[in-house]
């Protein structure tokens, strides 16, 4: 069976203050890892897709990184409207379905 | 614009009430999806679909039904089986090829009392 175990639950920085989310993962034949992001009571919205171990994206303060059994998301000087939900989900075999984690709460403050 | 558009954005109804919650998107995507999230939770995935006129559980079925008349919509109904249908229900869709990445429409928060 798929799993997807993110951490920590939730981080608190402060503006400027750089960290790291963790995914990890196990799964019979990754086919894709991806990160969104999600804003209270809103729909998740897209941020990244990664293939392979050593892959990176970047995508403004934002950089994602994948390897054998996990990914990061690294944020840089982060900023309060980087608060949000961030989600990581997997994608197995031939499938569609989308297996995803519980998801990292972060609050930046001012 | 494309996108997926889910409405109504809140719901509420009484215990042993059947409810409707509908999901539209013009991406033209053949796959469509129904993911059910509670508070602090992750993502749980109720129905999807790949192709019109056919669809397939996923790992919280029950109580739950779906249809897949037209390629644009895929409309969700929670029945009076669901023991605890409060949640937020998120609506997505992709593509069959290519990254596979899902869109999420905005979501309809549904409570019942």
């Known amino acids: 069976e798929d799993q997807v175990t993110q951490s920590p639950e939730a981080l608190r920085l402060q503006e400027g203050e750089s960290s790291s989310l963790n995914c990890s993962y196990t799964?019979?034949?990754?086919?894709?890892l991806f990160w969104y992001r999600q804003d209270p009571g809103k729909g998740p919205e897209f941020l990244f897709t990664l293939y392979s171990a050593g892959e990176e994206k970047e995508k403004e303060r934002l950089k994602a990184t994948l390897t054998k059994k996990e990914s990061f998301l690294h944020i840089t000087a982060p900023k309060p409207e980087d608060s949000a939900t961030y989600l990581c989900a997997v994608r197995a075999n031939a499938g569609n379905m989308l297996t995803f984690g519980g998801g990292t709460r972060l609050m930046v403050k001012p | 614009d494309g996108g997926i558009t889910q409405s109504p954005k809140y719901l509420f109804r009484k215990e042993g009430q059947n409810v409707t919650l509908s999901c539209e998107q013009n991406?033209?995507?053949?796959?469509m999806y129904w993911y059910r999230q509670d508070p602090g939770q992750g993502l749980r995935l109720i129905y999807y679909?790949?192709?019109?006129?056919?669809?397939q559980k996923g790992d919280i079925a029950e109580g739950y039904s779906v249809s897949r008349e037209k390629k644009e919509s895929f409309p969700l109904t929670v029945t009076s089986a669901q023991k605890n249908p409060t949640a937020f229900y998120l609506c997505?869709?992709?593509?069959?090829?290519?990254?596979?990445?899902?869109?999420f429409g905005p979501g309809t928060r549904l409570t019942v009392t």
């Open positions: 799964v019979s034949g990754l086919r894709g």
């Open positions: 991406l033209n995507h053949d796959a």
């Open positions: 997505a869709s992709s593509t069959q090829t290519s990254s596979y990445e899902q869109y």
């Open positions: 679909s790949q192709i019109v006129n056919d669809f």
